[in-house]
């Protein structure tokens, strides 16, 4: 595990804000009740990826705490931990990954992308609807239409964003070796 410091904190901070900013602006409805095509995961795993578990965790307990208060219905907490959840597990995946040493190559491509198909089905076919059931009382057949859903959803546009994101950050930090000094 990476040792959290003072850039996982400011990483934390600004994923959690840019979280918040895609979950809350640029939510796309999917056509089933309450569920949103969100993009915001993308960045969460490259986040999560890149900074670890931790940072992952708190920037998508964060970034949805405030998406959820932000419209005034409430804080809907088993959504709220779920994502958390999802930035955690991403996160211990990509600590398997060396995005931040420039690395970013098809096998690690594979590996992003099942860590964050395994954290999205756990996070929303499984926890999400789990702790809707069993802490504001919904119907069983609703939580995991939404929780199926959303976690289809988010594994595609996860794909895309946070393999893009990790990408492109990889490609901008020098490989080892490359800097040579002149004469």
């Known amino acids: 595990m990476k040792k959290f410091g003072v850039k996982h904190i400011v990483a934390t901070g600004i994923g959690a804000a840019l979280f918040f900013v895609l979950g809350r602006f640029v939510a796309i409805p999917s ?6 095509i969100s993009i915001q995961y993308g960045l969460l795993a490259f986040i999560a990826a890149v900074f670890g578990p931790i940072a992952g965790l708190l920037a998508g307990l964060i970034g949805h705490f405030f998406i959820d208060f932000s419209y005034g219905w409430g804080v809907w907490w088993s959504w709220v931990i779920s994502s958390a959840i999802f930035g ?20 690690n491509i594979i590996t992003f992308n099942i860590g964050q198909v395994v954290a999205h089905l756990a996070a929303w076919a499984v926890i999400a609807p789990i702790l809707d059931i069993v802490m504001y009382g919904e119907p069983v057949n609703k939580v995991f239409v939404q929780g199926i859903v959303s976690a289809l959803v988010n594994i595609v546009t996860t794909a895309v964003v946070g393999t893009l994101l990790c990408i492109a950050y990889s490609s901008a930090i020098p490989k080892k070796g490359s800097l040579k000094e002149e004469d």
């Open 31 to 36: 056509g089933v009740p309450d569920t949103n």
């Open 88 to 107: 955690c597990v991403v996160g211990i995946f990509g600590s398997k990954l060396k995005i931040d040493e420039g690395e970013f190559d098809k096998k």
